[in-house]
């Protein structure tokens, strides 16, 4: 079974500054994927980023950066320069990459992040 | 290119009536997938196709719920005798395959009265 928490319900941040959005993952898959997704008020979720358990690297896409701590089972999502459009629900969620079920996602329970001017 | 597209976005349904819903995946994807997603929380997983095949449906909440994708490309979640506790948002996603990101679609808005 897989398990992410968002301890976060809410976040404010002010425009053009950095913000972390934490996430911590519970899984006994030995390979997975983490994903972030966003989604705005008009309910689509839109991917950001996504990083594999075995990539070396931590994946980064424009402004978004993931932090990924193996050893702390957290992949928290970093956005720099935050923008007034960057006001969304955001979701990490996982994906275990080995048996039967390396297919469906398994998402936290969401962070709301508001960008003030 | 077009995105996943849901309808309707909205739906009102009176307590007993059955409910259609409709996706229509990014062409060429072969993996669909139908989310539930309750108000406050994150999208949990109901059902899952390869092509027209349904591989997985373990996420489905009750008999009351079937899935299908006849013809490998555009799916219908059907909902019979709708309960007040249906009421979420439906999120319909597609995936070149099952390994590769998930596209999702704008959801529709189930409400039971």
């Known amino acids: 079974a897989q398990k992410i928490t968002q301890t976060q319900p809410g976040m404010f941040v002010q425009e053009k500054e950095a913000v972390t959005l934490d996430c911590t993952y519970d899984?006994?898959?030995?390979?997975?994927?983490l994903f972030w997704y966003k989604q705005p008020s008009s309910g689509e979720m839109i991917f950001l980023i996504y990083?594999?358990?075995?990539?070396?690297q931590n994946a980064t896409e424009g402004r978004y950066s993931l932090n990924f701590q193996k050893a702390r089972k957290s992949a928290n999502l970093v956005i720099s320069a935050s923008q007034l459009g960057d006001s969304a629900m955001y979701f990490c969620?996982?994906?275990?990459?080995?048996?039967?079920?390396?297919?469906?996602?398994?998402f936290g329970k969401g962070t709301l992040l508001t960008v003030n001017p | 290119g077009a995105g996943v597209s849901q309808s309707p976005r909205y739906k009102v349904a009176k307590r007993g009536q059955d409910v259609a819903l409709r996706c229509d995946p990014i062409?060429?994807?072969?993996?669909l997938f139908w989310y539930q997603q309750a108000l406050g929380q994150g999208p949990e997983f109901l059902t899952y196709?390869?092509?027209?095949?349904?591989?997985?449906k373990s996420g489905l909440p009750s008999d009351r719920f079937f899935a299908e994708r006849p013809e490998g490309s555009v799916s219908t979640l059907k909902i019979q005798r709708t309960q007040q506790e249906d009421s979420a948002v439906y999120l319909c996603a597609s995936s070149l395959n099952s390994y590769y990101e998930q596209y999702f679609g704008p959801g529709t808005r189930l409400t039971v009265t």
């Open positions: 899984t006994s898959d030995p390979s997975y994927g």
């Open positions: 969620a996982m994906r275990g990459n080995s048996g039967g079920s390396n297919y469906k996602l398994t």
């Open positions: 062409s060429g994807h072969v993996s």
């Open positions: 990083q594999g358990s075995y990539d070396q």
């Open positions: 196709f390869q092509n027209e095949a349904q591989l997985d």
